[in-house]
């Protein structure tokens, strides 16, 4: 079996910080993470050695909302754009992803599913897909954001029933909005089926959403975007992200979708251990200015900043480096608090906490270097090394 010894002048795991740190891989799993000194001779015998003494080790990253990236989009459907989106990815640190597929016509979202499991039957390089996310089609039309109304549908357990069949127990997330007629059978029966429900695109006052995480919602879709804003006297989906304590919260750190006095709040309410970076992330990201599709729609890229003709924000241009060196410089977090909002907390969310988003024994080989600058210079995925500079 392979071994690869790594050496690093700082590992973050993220839950404690290692000088001089040191991480011993076995074919597809990590056998010892420590200070350099402190491995014994024997346990490094016949391994290949990997020295970034001035970079930084961490765990990969896990993004779980993302529709696409170095011009390719899940909505694409097919196998080979979603190997593009993979490579892109990796390149970029991400190690595992959820494909997001966006509201659409059945036949539609019926086909990304089937090309999304196309290409994980096959085989695909770079990222890993860990599963399917949702959003849509059971979103309100007052707050579609990007979303195409074409695509809407109002609560329908039938097609909800054969998206699940479609999905051959790979969705993790769906987004709906809970407000609407018939929602909260639809989230009871996410539940029963383990996929993890997620409120988005809504309308839902403070209430609804209690309802709602009562009879299962455990989740809250890019936040304080594409739902209500947040009032004193009616808080909104967005207050009930900052105060249950059962719903995790996604949001996006690109200084566009939040504002960063928006993110410390957050931070405060909910702690690193219930919110997951996402970028949300389109076909632009990652190339130049200028004119893309988004799900059908024409979507203008400039200043860092993707918009639909009518100046609606069309998801983000972000790769997760940035938005945790975001996390780091602009809010002011540490490296390890940064890190674990897009590896140990997005792993929980999806419940492969036990193998993935941590630098520990026993776990998958998912982990990048980066420079001190926060740019990555290599990404393994379980013990293969999928990029290097």
């Known amino acids: 079996m392979k071994k690869v010894l790594i050496t690093a002048g700082r590992v973050y795991t993220p839950h404690q910080t290692i000088e001089e740190g040191a991480v011993l891989i076995e074919g597809e ?18 391994a290949e050695e990997i020295e970034a003494r001035e970079d930084i080790v961490a765990p990969g990253f896990i993004d779980l909302h993302i ?8 909505m694409d459907s097919t196998p080979e754009a979603l190997e593009k989106l993979a490579l892109f990815l990796a390149r970029h640190g991400t190690t595992g992803f959820l494909p997001t597929i966006l509201a659409a016509p059945p036949l539609k979202m019926l086909k990304a599913i089937e090309a999304a499991l196309s290409a994980l039957e096959r085989g695909i390089r770079g990222a890993k897909v860990l599963g399917l996310n949702l959003e849509g089609p ?11 109304e074409d695509g809407l549908r109002l609560p ?35 539940a029963r089926e383990s996929i993890t429900p997620a409120a988005g695109h809504t309308e839902a006052s403070f209430k609804e959403i209690e309802e709602a ?9 890019h936040t304080f975007n594409a739902m209500r804003g947040l009032h004193h006297r009616e808080p909104g989906a967005a207050g009930a992200a900052l105060t249950l304590d059962t719903l995790s919260a996604e949001l996006i750190a690109d200084g566009v979708h939040v504002h960063p006095a928006i993110m410390k709040l957050m931070l405060k309410a909910k702690g690193e251990e219930k919110i997951a970076l996402i970028t949300d992330a389109m076909r632009a990201a990652g190339l130049p200015e200028g004119e893309y599709d988004l799900g059908g729609q024409k979507v203008r890229v400039r200043g860092g900043e993707a918009r639909l003709a009518d100046g609606t924000l069309a998801g983000s241009l972000l790769t997760l480096e940035k938005a945790v060196k ?3 410089q602009r809010i002011g977090l540490t490296p390890n608090e940064a890190l674990s909002l897009a590896t140990t907390t997005p792993a929980s969310i999806i419940n492969l906490s036990q193998h993935k988003g941590r630098l520990a024994p026993g776990f998958d080989a998912d982990l990048i270097i980066l420079n001190p600058n926060w740019e990555v210079k290599l990404t393994m995925i379980k013990g293969e090394i999928i990029y290097h500079t």
Do not use: S, W, Y
């Open 156 to 190: 329908d357990a039938g097609l909800l029933r054969e998206l699940i069949t479609c999905g051959k127990g790979f969705i993790k997330i769906m987004t709906l909005a809970p407000e609407l007629k018939g929602a909260l059978k639809l989230i009871e029966l996410l």
């Open 67 to 74: 529709h696409g990236g170095g011009g390719a989009e899940v």
């Open 29 to 46: 799993k990590i056998k010892a993470v420590g200070e350099v000194k402190e491995l014994p001779p024997e346990i490094k015998e016949g």
């Open 326 to 328: 975001n996390m780091i």
């Open 138 to 148: 059971f979103l309100n039309p007052r707050q579609r954001g990007a979303q195409r």
């Open 213 to 221: 995480a009562q009879r299962g919602l455990k989740h809250i879709t």
